[in-house]
């Protein structure tokens, strides 16, 4: 787990790639990968069928397409799971777990959750409530970020974070959490605070009343409404894996609950609870 403790640290939206496909044992390595993501379920139980990937033509009529935001990428990998909320978010939970297993072998990675052309991957789809919300750019990172990936990145506020407190809240007092009172907790805080998210709008909010962290999400009904699914679920299932992947590595075990406490905020979605208890060596 320290291993991706570090890539979490390490991980970036990588959008200008080496212009060359993977070497031979490197695509040996993602296609293990990829079983192994294939073999897990996330927080709700669900597997992410189809894990493949698909190679990016360098003609134009066949490029995956990403509206200009990608270059180089040798290929993408997608998944294959069902639009509803639950499978929405183990699909975050399972791609982002695949995420970090890349970054710590220094693959270069990017989530494309609406800039791509679903019809290329139509081979994946066997019947009609298949569905495939979001896939990652895969290759090998460009050393230099170019021009237009800085300005990408401002626009999208990419390295900003919201403050820890308007995040983090004691439950019932809706106070935010201070560090000083739960060192170690807030370690693993941090590392769902680094999580990605679409436009970076980290809808994550989590309550912590006595040992229990009731995980909800700032729904924005807006800005889903703009794609055919509710993306924002897919950037909570990658939060539950950064929550776990932290609560595993700072000597935290845990079980998961779904018992919402009674809250009166109408804009958050209860998603999940965790009943903690810390480990001390």
Do not use: C
């Not at 890539?7 to 200008?16: D, E, G, L, M, N």
Request: hydrophobic share 35%.
């Amino acid at each position: 787990m320290d291993t991706l403790k570090s890539a979490i640290r390490k991980r970036r939206s990588v959008r200008t790639f080496k212009k060359r496909p993977f070497a031979e044992k490197d695509r040996r390595e993602l296609d293990q990968l990829m079983d192994k993501a294939s073999s897990i379920e996330g927080p709700f139980g669900h597997k992410v069928h189809t894990i493949a990937f698909v190679e990016q033509s360098d003609k134009k009529a066949e490029r995956i397409g990403t509206y200009g935001f990608i270059k180089h990428a040798p290929g993408f990998i997608a998944g294959v799971t069902t639009n509803t909320h639950e499978h929405l978010l183990d699909y975050g939970y399972v791609f982002e777990m695949l995420t970090l297993w890349l970054t710590e072998r220094n693959y270069g990675t990017v989530w494309l959750g609406g800039t791509f052309k679903r019809s290329r991957f139509k081979k994946l789809l066997s019947n009609d409530d298949d569905f495939i919300p979001a896939v990652l750019g895969v290759g090998y990172a460009h050393e230099k970020h170019s021009l237009r990936d800085t300005v990408i990145r401002k626009a999208a506020r990419a390295d900003d974070r919201k403050p820890f407190d308007t995040l983090f809240f004691e439950f019932p007092s809706m106070q935010g959490i201070d560090r000083r009172d739960h060192p170690k907790l807030a370690k693993v805080l941090d590392m769902v605070r680094a999580a990605p998210s679409a436009s970076n709008r980290q809808p994550w909010r989590i309550f912590l009343q006595k040992n229990t962290l009731h995980v909800y999400m700032k729904y924005d009904e807006k800005y889903n409404e703009k794609l055919s699914y509710d993306i924002q679920y897919i950037d909570m299932g990658i939060a539950l894996s950064h929550l776990e992947i932290g609560l595993k590595t700072h000597d935290f075990t845990f079980r998961r609950e779904s018992k919402a406490p009674s809250m009166s905020e109408p804009s958050y979605t209860y998603i999940i609870s965790y009943k903690v208890k810390r480990h001390k060596h």
